[in-house]
């Protein structure tokens, strides 16, 4: 009887510390996978308002891949994956992190050789914003 109280006393002990470590962050504070949207989303940015560069597309869609794999590997389900990537609050929260980026990198939005200009430096730096870009 004492070593099936034990047996079960260690049971018990051993769900209470499994399941808070099973609880997984938001997406948003996962910044292995939050900052690299923020960059596919400047990319997509410059390359839309900067008439010299153009997109490596077929980079960008196997990073959005390997992202969702990544996340899938840390046990996000498609399903949080997908409400994450759709949720209008995250699309705003994403706009506003863009729309700083841009304003510390001193872009003029007016402007579009102020993208070109920060296009050509990423891409020099070959930074991961720039390895998602190409001069035309």
């Known amino acids: 009887m004492r070593t099936l109280m034990i047996a079960v006393m260690g049971l018990s002990l ?4 499994v399941t808070p470590a099973a609880a997984k962050p938001p997406l948003r ?3 292995a996978i ?3 949207l923020l ?3 400047v990319a997509d940015i410059i390359r839309k308002n900067c008439p010299d560069i153009s997109a490596r597309m ?3 869609v196997k990073m959005a891949w390997d992202l969702k794999g990544k996340a899938g590997d840390l046990g996000y389900s498609d399903a949080e994956i997908d409400a994450y ?3 209008d609050a995250e699309k705003a929260r994403m706009k506003a992190r863009g729309a700083a980026f841009f304003k510390a990198k001193g872009v003029d939005t007016s402007d579009p050789q102020s993208y070109c200009a920060l296009g050509r430096d990423e891409i020099q730096k070959s930074s991961r914003i720039g390895s998602l870009l190409k001069a035309k």
């Open 14 to 17: 051993t769900a209470a510390t």
């Open 34 to 36: 939050d900052d690299a």
């Open 85 to 87: 990537i759709d949720s």
């Open 58 to 60: 077929f980079r960008a």
């Open 39 to 41: 960059d596919m989303g």
């Open 29 to 31: 504070e996962v910044a």
